[in-house]
């Protein structure tokens, strides 16, 4: 920083030198906004993204607006309240005390006793009332129990042994999009999806995941006959995954069916439209094959993931593109008439790919707009890695954009054209402008040299998460991570390996001038 782009030019404090240009060099975990650093997972006047102004009322909770209660509080049905002194709220959402009733530490009291108030106590909805001196104490059951007595004996709160079941299948409209074109609409299931049997006071009484058809089946204790709904949330933190699919401010996707009464047996089917947000199922679906393709490449518990996407709106970025925010590890996906993504599944695990660049790897990708032309070689190579990465989630070598009717963008860099923007110039040094299309191909063909997929894959991991996370950097070409500080660590950690195809490939087919010059970075 101390001469940035001209001897003598030092950038200010707080600032650092990129292209040439002294930026704001925010930390970890915030995001420059008009010049100031902003803790956008927590900031409420920038909540997720620079301007976004969280509604009065609501806090800034993980990049997203939401109501968040101070300690003591509950939130229950959008207002903060003291579940052990309301008398609407007691002990619990929607646990009312009765006429002329207090609630003492979640407990109902001072309703005067009536002729069937015994001090034994009888059963009062899903609640036990007990006559204690001269007044009533209400409790209410738990969730998932019901009240039940019979004669001579006090009454208790039990959940019933699977007393009511409700079985159903989850479907969702999408369209794929392959080389050949925009196919029509379809239905397919929803394979993973958490789904949760809750009662009128949304408490949860039974959980489980859809099967592979998109079937559930889940048993829940509740009062015959009580009102209950199905509801699907589209986030998973178990196991392999950590990933949460949002509207924005609006929250976590989640969609419920209407109220039905507890019964022994009951049928719930859902087919969510594209114009009922069909859209953020297709998002779940690529969201959830990424994270299970990663998990044998990190050794951690993966870091979490927002996912944001509309239905008819765009991202707001400059370009009203999607992108990926590493300070509030956040992908924003378009979801405008013009250039919708949420079923472009190379578009989502490309976005997937700078989430693993950012917590796997390292780039030194300056971001900005990008074509596929000749560009800044650290621009080329974040771009360029994210769709090799993006092709080996979706297991598909085509990066393909499309719009509402038609391709916008295939590619397909198992067979790249002979164009500049897919190969470099053999005159020209090291440090040259190249597209990322060289690179994610050159990755590509490197990935495909063995017959071995997972030898292949394990040699490309050590790269990613060991030689390019190496402190301090080994760094030839241009400074910062570009193709050559890949191909340098391919060969360093991998002992050499497909040197062959390097030079096939790389050095002769795409015409970069890759030297081999690695055994002095080899340390």
């Not at 207002?79 to 530490?105: K, Q």
């Not at 071995?452 to 394990?458: C, G, I, K, P, S």
Request: aromatic share 8%; glycine share 10%; with cysteine.
């Amino acid at each position: 920083s101390a001469h940035c782009g001209a001897c003598g030019r030092a950038c200010p404090t707080m600032m650092a030198c990129q292209m040439g240009a002294c930026v704001v060099a925010c930390p970890a975990g915030q995001r420059a906004c008009d010049g100031v650093c902003r803790a956008v997972a927590t900031d409420r006047n920038h909540c997720g993204s620079c301007g976004t102004v969280c509604p009065t009322g609501l806090s800034c909770l993980e990049g997203a607006c939401a109501l968040v209660c101070p300690t003591g509080q509950t939130n229950c049905g959008g207002r903060c309240v003291d579940t052990t002194t309301s008398t609407e709220h007691c002990g619990g959402c929607e646990r009312p005390c009765a006429t002329g009733g207090r609630c003492e530490a979640g407990v109902c009291r001072g309703a005067p006793c009536g002729p069937t108030d015994t001090p034994t106590g009888r059963c009062d909805g899903n609640a036990i009332a007990r006559c204690v001196g001269a007044s009533v104490e209400r409790e209410y059951c738990l969730t998932g129990q019901t009240c039940s007595a019979t004669p001579g004996a006090a009454p208790v709160c039990a959940a019933p042994a699977d007393a009511f079941r409700v079985a159903g299948r989850i479907t969702f409209q999408t369209r794929l999009v392959t080389a050949s074109g925009v196919g029509p609409w379809q239905m397919d299931p929803a394979v993973g999806v958490p789904v949760t049997v809750i009662d009128a006071a949304d408490r949860v009484l039974a959980q489980g995941l859809t099967d592979t058809t998109g079937g559930y089946a889940l048993a829940y204790g509740s009062p015959a006959n009580a009102m209950v709904r199905v509801r699907l949330v589209l986030s998973r933190t178990d196991g392999p995954y950590n990933f949460t699919v949002r509207a924005y401010e609006m929250g976590t996707h989640s969609f419920t069916t209407a109220p039905f009464a507890a019964t022994a047996t009951a049928t719930q089917n859902m087919a969510v439209t594209q114009e009922a947000s069909s859209g953020a199922f297709a998002i779940f679906t690529v969201l959830k094959r990424a994270f299970e393709f990663i998990q044998p490449m990190i050794t951690a518990r993966p870091a979490a993931l927002y996912v944001n996407w509309q239905r008819a709106r765009a991202t707001g970025s400059t370009t009203s593109s999607s992108y990926f925010s590493g300070t509030s590890s956040s992908i924003f996906l378009n979801g405008s008439s013009a250039d919708p993504d949420e079923f472009d599944a190379s578009v989502i695990a490309h976005e997937f790919g700078h989430y693993f660049q950012r917590w796997y790897s390292r780039t030194s990708n300056p971001g900005g707009a990008h074509d596929g032309t000749p560009t800044d070689p650290n621009l080329a190579y974040g771009e360029g890695n994210a769709t090799f990465l993006g092709s080996l989630f979706n297991s598909s070598p085509y990066y393909i954009d499309a719009g509402n009717t038609r391709i916008r963008i295939l590619v397909n860099i198992q067979s790249l054209p002979n164009s500049r923007s897919y190969v470099g110039d053999p005159e020209l040094a090291l440090n040259q402008t190249l597209g990322e299309w060289l690179v994610a191909g050159s990755q590509y063909a490197l990935y495909l040299a063995g017959a071995d997929r997972t030898v292949q894959l394990r040699r490309a991991t050590n790269v990613m998460t060991d030689y390019l996370r190496r402190t301090p950097p080994r760094d030839r070409g241009e400074i910062g991570v570009d193709l050559v500080d890949y191909l340098d660590g391919y060969l360093c950690v991998n002992a050499g390996a497909d040197r062959a195809t390097i030079m096939s490939y790389v050095v002769t087919s795409r015409r970069f001038p890759y030297d081999f010059g690695y055994a002095t970075v080899c340390r």
